[in-house]
């Protein structure tokens, strides 16, 4: 073989050791996909599906939308005569899809941190889920806080099966509005659900059993009326603390029940 076949031989070899060498570079790792730049495609077409970690999908699909349970970070306060660093509170999960219950009309909870003036003005407001609203509600008793307090829905008012209710609580105070809001969905009552309230003997065992059901919002009510009317119940206070410690809102369990 002459100079020029040698010389060509090399520059082949080289060439393809060098592709070859660059397309094992290339893998997924290093060039990560944008899924933001993913597109629907039809049922028909195969596509490959990347596994996701499990938290993440039962917040897009069990779980729901974060729910904005703080109100005040940043915004000052409403305290009258003074300043808090507590915040307005929805009682709430974290997430809307975890808002259930088996009640036609539910109780709703929310941790109201200031001592208010006639001046100022707090509004409870009920919308489904197409944004119409339901119920609009202004409680005016502001010398029991602050507190935690329940908002009680009119005999006039049912909630629908298997419909989310989205709900605000805001504080007014001159210029200033603080929001907390939540979420609701009421479910049937299971014939098995149904044996075991009855099977249960004490406010404590009733909220167990809604709470191992995923009834939260069911189990916030028994423990908070039970904690109202006998504040001073070890049990009963027990209960209550743990309950709100699953939801991260422990820092609520020692407030007053109004």
């Given at each position: 073989?002459?100079?020029?076949?040698?010389d060509?031989?090399?520059i082949?070899?080289?060439t393809?050791?060098g592709l070859?060498?660059?397309?094992?570079?290339?893998?997924?790792?290093?060039?990560?996909?944008n899924?933001?730049?993913l597109?629907?495609?039809?049922e028909?077409?195969?596509?490959?599906v990347p596994?996701v970690?499990?938290p993440l999908?039962m917040?897009?699909?069990?779980r729901?939308?974060?729910?904005a349970?703080?109100?005040g970070?940043?915004h000052?306060s409403c305290?009258?005569?003074g300043?808090?660093?507590e915040?307005?509170t929805?009682?709430?999960p974290r997430?809307?899809g975890e808002?259930l219950?088996?009640a036609s009309?539910p109780m709703?909870?929310v941790?109201?941190?200031y001592?208010?003036s006639?001046?100022?003005?707090?509004?409870f407001?009920?919308?489904?889920?197409?944004?119409s609203?339901?119920y609009?509600f202004?409680p005016?008793?502001t010398?029991m806080l602050?507190?935690?307090i329940?908002?009680?829905?009119?005999s006039s008012v049912?909630l629908?099966?298997?419909?989310e209710?989205?709900?605000t609580?805001?504080?007014t105070c001159?210029?200033?509005k603080?929001?907390?809001?939540g979420a609701?969905t009421r479910?049937a009552l299971?014939?098995?659900?149904?044996?075991?309230l009855q099977?249960?003997?004490?406010?404590?065992e009733?909220?167990?059993?809604?709470?191992n059901?995923?009834l939260?919002?069911?189990?916030?009510?028994v423990?908070?009326e039970q904690q109202?009317?006998?504040?001073n119940?070890a049990?009963?206070a027990?209960?209550?603390?743990?309950l709100?410690n699953?939801?991260?809102?422990g820092?609520v369990?020692?407030?007053p029940?109004?």
């Amino acid at each position: 073989m002459n100079r020029i076949g040698l010389d060509y031989a090399w520059i082949l070899i080289l060439t393809t050791t060098g592709l070859s060498t660059g397309l094992m570079g290339f893998t997924p790792a290093n060039y990560p996909i944008n899924d933001s730049a993913l597109t629907p495609v039809s049922e028909s077409t195969s596509i490959h599906v990347p596994e996701v970690s499990a938290p993440l999908l039962m917040a897009q699909t069990g779980r729901g939308r974060p729910v904005a349970r703080r109100g005040g970070a940043g915004h000052g306060s409403c305290e009258l005569g003074g300043q808090t660093n507590e915040l307005l509170t929805s009682i709430v999960p974290r997430f809307s899809g975890e808002g259930l219950t088996v009640a036609s009309q539910p109780m709703f909870w929310v941790y109201v941190p200031y001592s208010l003036s006639d001046s100022q003005s707090m509004q409870f407001l009920l919308k489904d889920a197409t944004g119409s609203l339901i119920y609009q509600f202004t409680p005016t008793e502001t010398a029991m806080l602050p507190g935690v307090i329940g908002i009680p829905l009119p005999s006039s008012v049912t909630l629908s099966e298997n419909q989310e209710y989205l709900w605000t609580f805001t504080v007014t105070c001159g210029e200033m509005k603080l929001t907390v809001e939540g979420a609701v969905t009421r479910i049937a009552l299971s014939p098995a659900l149904e044996t075991a309230l009855q099977a249960a003997t004490t406010p404590q065992e009733r909220a167990t059993v809604y709470r191992n059901s995923g009834l939260w919002l069911d189990a916030l009510t028994v423990l908070a009326e039970q904690q109202r009317a006998q504040p001073n119940d070890a049990a009963t206070a027990s209960a209550w603390t743990d309950l709100l410690n699953q939801i991260q809102l422990g820092d609520v369990a020692s407030k007053p029940i109004r």
